[in-house]
């Protein structure tokens, strides 16, 4: 049976006005993922594949075009709604990693199951399951600062998962990190899509890009090329 | 998101920056202190000006001369007539023309040093009648009080007030002591049981009391021999009260040969009058303190949204990451929304507790008792909230509408 796609998007296109002239970040981009596969979107500073990913995390919206995300029609829901699709079928994995300073590991990790309304006791246990996943639960009740870049980086993808989302958004995970750590994080990434999620990678590093069998190019808010890894 | 999980994550948020937070909860503590002590200052006075004014005797009229008028219509203002005479103190006692009046006490005073031996106080003294102690209801710890005979024979006798007493002859009993006034030698015939403390300004116990005709004919050695200044009339009861305020005009008018009651040259005074004027006078007061007080709480509010505003500027990137993870707007509207009104709440709760502590304190400071009521307490916490949390409204609008890539993309 052939796989659905998760990510379905037509005709998008997204528009700035930062002054008197229009800016087109995206000119009309049509893209779909397969659920449970695993894609690389890559392009050069300024390309629109940052644009792209905010609209594929439902953190914005596009000016025209649609985008279906498991069959649903996000594009025109209120921000409300939106922060329930966010909350329950995606996860996210910044460059910054993006964890709360005052928060231990483990109650970072939890941080989308509070929004999700799961109780205290459940929200513990999954996330010291999700943290102990990452090979960190030596370091569950560590708060960020006391943790290594790589470290704080798996803390951060235990978060993007522990919700148990379609798909994971990852947005230069390993750019701030060593190519040790860059390398352990893909790793990491790469377990989870074999677990049967969705990833898409965005990057402009070539090499990092060459882990997902699927390369997406974006150049001037349009795809450039699509095309599948040729494995030996 | 749960209400529980929002306000635990707003308490940490509080505590993660304790010492900003604490000296916002300040700002509002000083002003809740503030306004909670002034109207406890306010209803501590009224309630002792009450008890002060209900000591002059229950069921009283005070009437007074009325303001003279000079040929250039220059008005004398009130009591600088002479216009009250023995005459119609005594008119006023006839039961058959006043039968709602129970007894009269016509009195007249001046500032006077008496001697005794080697001290001398300067006292008030006051011409009455025997009727003054069942008037002014009080009572005599010693000795006893002069007599209609005395004041027919002007009797060289006094009674004396604790007070005056005490600084004529100590501590020992003054009854059947000689006291000089104006060269006049007066017997201390008794002593007054003391009014205790009167915040009227008055001191109801420094006071030397002797028969109005003494004082008419030895003590004033006044150009007006028969005028009084005051009479205080009672009542027989306190539903009379109307009947003898309306005798008493009717009968004073008549004695005056005035027409009309317009141009009466004098003024009955009820007690519920006396306590409405004194109680303006100190609502005043507390209404000034207490507007002070409140000025000084909407700068803690402006604090409060001042801290607000710096923690949505500083919290922006944990925003935009709450967004990213499923956070709705009002989610985060809710949760800065309770981090401000538990700055105000707890200002609230630390300026009540302040204020019972000034509660207690201050009465030793100064004479004033401090009412603090329970309703004034919690009102002034759920006002306290109230303030942090209109004051948390913009900060925490302008939380809720942030875009979380914005949010993000801060670095």
């Known amino acids: 049976m052939a796989p659905s796609p998760v990510i379905e998007i037509e005709g998008i296109w997204k528009t700035y006005h930062p002054g008197d002239f229009a800016v087109h970040a995206l000119r009309g981009v049509d893209f779909s993922v397969d659920d449970g596969s695993f894609v690389a979107v890559m392009g050069p500073s300024g390309s629109g594949k940052s644009t792209l990913m905010h609209i594929l995390g439902c953190l914005d ?43 231990s590991a483990w109650r970072n990790v939890a941080l989308p199951l509070v929004y999700m309304g799961v109780s205290p006791n459940e929200r513990r246990r999954r996330a010291l399951d999700a943290i102990a996943r990452v090979g960190l639960a030596d370091r569950a009740d560590h708060r960020p600062n006391e943790l290594s870049g790589g470290q704080q980086q798996r803390v ?77 | 998101m749960k209400l529980r999980d929002t306000l635990s994550s707003g308490f940490e948020a509080l505590l993660g920056h304790g010492l900003r937070s604490l000296l916002t909860i300040l700002g509002i503590l000083i002003g809740i202190a503030a306004v909670i002590l002034t109207v406890g200052l306010g209803e501590g006075a009224q309630s002792s000006v009450s008890s002060a004014i209900s000591s002059l005797g229950s069921n009283l009229l005070v009437v007074t001369p009325g303001s003279t008028t000079s040929a250039a219509g220059v008005n004398g203002g009130l009591g ?87 600084n004529l002859f100590g501590v020992g009993s003054p009854v059947g002591q000689t006291v000089d006034a104006n060269g006049v030698a007066l017997t201390v015939i008794g002593e007054l049981t003391s009014a205790g403390s009167s915040s009227s300004g008055t001191n109801e116990d420094d006071m030397a009391l002797v028969p109005i005709t003494t004082y008419e004919e030895q003590v004033s050695g006044g150009t007006n021999p028969t005028s009084v200044s005051t009479i205080y009339v009672e009542a027989d009861s306190a539903a009379g009260l109307s009947g003898a305020y309306q005798e008493t005009t009717d009968l004073l008018l008549a004695l005056h040969h005035i027409n009309q009651p317009a141009n009466a040259d004098f003024t009955i005074t009820t007690q519920s009058q006396l306590q409405s004027t004194a109680n303006s006078v100190n609502r005043t007061l507390t209404d000034l303190l207490a507007g002070i007080a409140a000025i000084s709480l909407l700068v803690g509010g402006i604090g409060v949204m001042n801290i607000m505003l710096v923690s949505v500027t500083e919290r922006i990137r944990e925003i935009g990451l709450r967004k990213a993870v499923g956070a709705a707007p009002n989610e985060i509207r809710r949760q800065f929304l309770v981090e401000a009104s538990s700055l105000g709440l707890l200002g609230g709760i630390g300026g009540v507790l302040l204020g019972l502590v000034g509660a207690i304190v201050l009465p030793h400071l100064e004479s004033n008792p401090v009412t603090i009521s329970p309703t004034a307490a919690i009102g002034a916490v759920v006002v306290a909230m109230a303030i942090g949390l209109i004051f948390g409204v913009y900060p925490a609008s302008r939380a809720a509408r942030l875009s979380p890539i914005d949010a993000l993309r801060n670095e």
Do not use: C
């Not at chain 1, 025109?76 to 005052?102: C, D, H, S």
């Not at chain 2, 216009?83 to 103190?89: F, I, K, R, V």
């Not at chain 2, 002014?136 to 024979?153: I, M, P």
């Open chain 2, 80 to 166: 600088s007539a002479s216009t009250l005479t023995l005459a119609d103190a005594d008119a006023l006692e006839s039961k058959r023309v006043a039968p709602n009046i129970a007894s009269v006490a016509p009195s007249a005073q001046t500032i006077s040093t008496l001697t005794a031996g080697s001290s001398n106080w300067t006292t008030s003294v006051v011409g009455t009648t025997p009727s003054w102690l069942q008037v002014r209801d009080r009572s005599l710890a010693e000795g006893s009080f002069f007599t209609h005979q005395d004041v027919n024979g002007a009797a060289d006798v006094t009674v004396l007030g604790a007070t005056t007493a005490e």
């Open chain 1, 156 to 232: 951060a993808i235990a978060r993007a998962f522990v919700s148990n989302p379609s798909v994971i958004l990852a947005d230069e995970p390993t750019g701030n990190l060593d190519s040790i750590a860059a390398t352990e994080i893909l790793d990491f990434l790469r377990e989870l899509n074999r677990g049967g999620r969705t990833l898409v990678l965005i990057t402009h590093d070539r090499e990092v890009a060459s882990a997902a069998p699927r390369l997406v190019q974006i150049r001037d808010g349009q795809i450039a090329s699509d095309e599948m890894a040729v494995r030996a």
């Open chain 1, 61 to 103: 919206t596009p000016t025209s075009g649609t985008y279906h995300l498991g069959g649903q029609d996000v594009s025109t829901m209120t921000e409300q709604e939106l922060a329930r699709v966010r909350n329950r079928r995606i996860g996210f994995v910044f460059q910054g990693y993006n964890l709360l300073p005052r928060l």
